[in-house]
């Protein structure tokens, strides 16, 4: 699923990093799901969280047989986004994100250079990717109120320090302080990010482009961090 900040590109070389030594029955976990484009490729027990209801609600009902339109005019579009409040979450999230420049929510309406309204293509991308989303448990609130199973690995993929935001304001602050407290409970705590807190190791360095407008796409160094050994104990 397209959205933005998605990791589908970089997977292949964080989650090994990621599950490296997993035991069958150790679940995975996801505070920050969006796209599910890393929980995808993930098996065994899986639990995958987003603080966006209409997000949550989409993929629950592609689970459970919902397929979304595949036609999206522009006019149907702003049609959606004044009544959102009061329409079907799932196809709120549907039109919200996979209709949306970028993935971004309500980011403006996307086309192709041939004017193409996006839903037909994402439409599709979805009802593949579904399939590999059978028994994830899909999960909608603050990541705070999370409550891990025991001995879970976790991978954090938050809303970046210093670029654009995402639907609410961010306390990175509190996030760092929830991922020493979590690791510190034995959980094993992976975060992607552009850069972290002096006690945190930086396990890997990925450069690649984003992009961040219509017009222009920047050079990124992702990096995945987690908290020093000696500062899990």
């Known amino acids: 699923m397209q959205y933005m900040g998605s990791k589908a590109k970089l997977a292949a070389r964080i989650l090994p990093v990621v599950l490296r030594g997993r035991n069958a029955d150790q679940w995975y976990v996801e505070p920050f799901v969006g796209g599910a484009n890393m929980i995808d490729k993930v098996t065994g027990p899986r639990l995958g969280n987003d603080a966006h209801p209409q997000l949550i609600a989409m993929w629950k009902a592609l689970q459970e047989g919902w397929r979304p339109p595949t036609v999206i005019t522009k006019q149907m579009y702003y049609w959606v986004k004044e009544r959102q409040e009061v329409l079907p979450p799932a196809l709120v999230g549907f039109v919200g994100f996979l209709c949306s420049f970028g993935g971004k929510w309500w980011g403006g309406y996307a086309f192709n250079a041939k004017g193409e309204n996006y839903a037909e293509r994402a439409s599709k991308v979805l009802a593949k990717q579904i399939r590999s989303l059978v028994g994830v448990s899909f999960v909608s609130m603050d990541y705070r109120g999370l409550s891990l199973p025991s001995n879970s690995i976790v991978y954090c993929d938050p809303p970046y320090a210093g670029t654009t935001k995402y639907k609410d304001s961010f306390d990175h602050a509190a996030f760092w302080g929830w991922v020493r407290t979590a690791s510190r409970a034995g959980h094993s ?45």
């Not at 990010?193 to 796409?217: M, V, W």
């Open 189 to 233: 705590v992976f975060v992607s990010e552009y850069g972290a807190p002096n006690d945190f190791d930086c396990l890997l360095e990925i450069e690649h482009k984003t992009t961040l407008d219509r017009n222009s796409q920047y050079p990124r160094v992702e990096r995945l961090f987690r908290l020093r050994n000696d500062d899990a104990s």
